[in-house]
């Protein structure tokens, strides 16, 4: 595809709830990173993955929070017994090798009720 | 620790006028990138630049330019002559030990150019 695409683009859920939000990276770039936005905030970093492997996960803020990549394609970030405070934008990044310009997708607005 | 601090929370201008967005940055690394992003109302990021902490050229890409002095910590951007079309959101953001890896962003500044 031209761009990063996330799917989807908007989920409402309840409190208590599993959530999975997936990330497709341009093809061809081997590195994937999650972000938080929340509400007239700037960018959090969750995690990144070179390839498959996570070499840091220390934006993760909690362990109901964990990702996963399959090879250098698709990424999924799920969120476990998801709270109020996790309604936020999830933003999606790729960029061919990590250190070089990060591309991203149009986010997922997720609300927990 | 890395900090981005944007202290214009919005500006607005009129069409044709030039704008200067700042950005702060800390860091105790010596190696480290600077970036800038534009999120439109669209919500999608658009990256505008890279530099990296070595290379202090101000910068000029038609309408926008950029200012780098380490001295100050500073890396503002400025919209000349500036349009409509360029109201968004505009992120500073920082990356330490010389990666890019994890970016760390500024709080944004919210520009509304009128017509």
């Known amino acids: ?113 | 620790a890395q900090k981005v601090t944007q202290a214009q929370t919005e500006i607005s201008v009129v069409e044709k006028e030039d704008v200067t967005l700042d950005c702060v940055y800390e860091t105790r690394d010596t190696t480290y990138y600077l970036f800038w992003y534009k999120q439109p109302p669209s919500g999608e990021l658009v990256f505008l630049i890279r530099r990296n902490s070595f290379d202090e050229q101000n910068e000029i890409s038609g309408r926008y330019s950029w200012n780098f002095q380490k001295s100050t910590s500073s890396f503002n951007f400025t919209i000349t002559a500036s349009q409509v079309v360029d109201s968004a959101v505009y992120f500073c953001a920082l990356s330490e030990d010389g990666s890019a890896r994890q970016l760390t962003f500024g709080s944004g500044t919210q520009l509304t150019v009128l017509p």
């Open chain 1, 1 to 113: 595809g031209a761009g990063v695409s996330q799917s989807p683009s908007n989920k409402v859920t309840e409190k208590g709830k599993d959530v999975e939000l997936r990330c497709d990276p341009i093809s061809g770039h081997t590195a994937l990173y999650w972000y938080r936005q929340r509400l007239g905030q700037g960018l959090e970093f969750l995690i990144y993955f070179q390839g498959n492997s996570a070499p840091d996960k220390s934006g993760l803020p909690s362990d109901r929070f964990s990702a996963e990549r399959t090879g250098e394609s698709v990424s999924t970030l799920t969120i476990q017994r998801t709270q109020q405070e996790d309604s936020a934008v999830y933003l999606c990044a790729s960029s061919f090798y990590s250190g070089n310009e990060q591309f991203f997708g149009p986010g997922t607005r997720l609300t927990v009720l």
